[in-house]
């Protein structure tokens, strides 16, 4: 059974936005940093972003830059990411991770995950 819940993917058009989230039910994130990957048919899971347990550092792969930001929200146990301007190409399996270690782009790293969402974007 997955510790992680992710939602809110669904299909979008180009230029369209979904805000994913990620939640616990039976831990709190508050200790761990939190990642968002994405795999699409036939390639390797891809690191999106990633935030520190304090929410103080965030980073992202580069081409989604400027239209996906990270967050977390204590209270709700829930961390979010918010896609904006969206693209075809963003089109994969959307999955969140919890880790120990620092925020980190590296898939390995990471000790619990959920069982994804998908984001279709077209036309």
């Known amino acids: 059974q997955s510790q992680l819940v992710e939602s809110g993917g669904g299909l979008v058009q180009p230029g369209g936005s979904l805000r994913l989230s990620c939640a616990a039910s039976?831990?709190?994130?508050?200790?761990?940093?939190i990642g968002w990957f994405r795999q699409a048919p036939g390639r390797d899971r891809e690191a999106i972003s990633c935030?520190?347990?304090?929410?103080?550092?965030?980073h992202y792969l580069e081409s989604v830059k400027g239209r996906f930001t990270i967050s977390r929200d204590s209270a709700a146990n829930t961390v979010y990411l918010q896609m904006n301007m969206m693209k075809p190409e963003d089109t994969a399996s959307y999955y969140c991770?919890?880790?120990?270690?620092?925020?980190?782009?590296?898939?390995?790293?990471?000790?619990?995950w959920g069982q994804g969402t998908q984001v279709t974007v077209s036309s």
């Open positions: 935030i520190s347990n304090s929410g103080a550092v965030a």
């Open positions: 039976k831990f709190t994130l508050d200790y761990y940093a």
């Open positions: 991770g919890a880790t120990y270690v620092r925020c980190t782009m590296v898939p390995d790293a990471y000790n619990y």
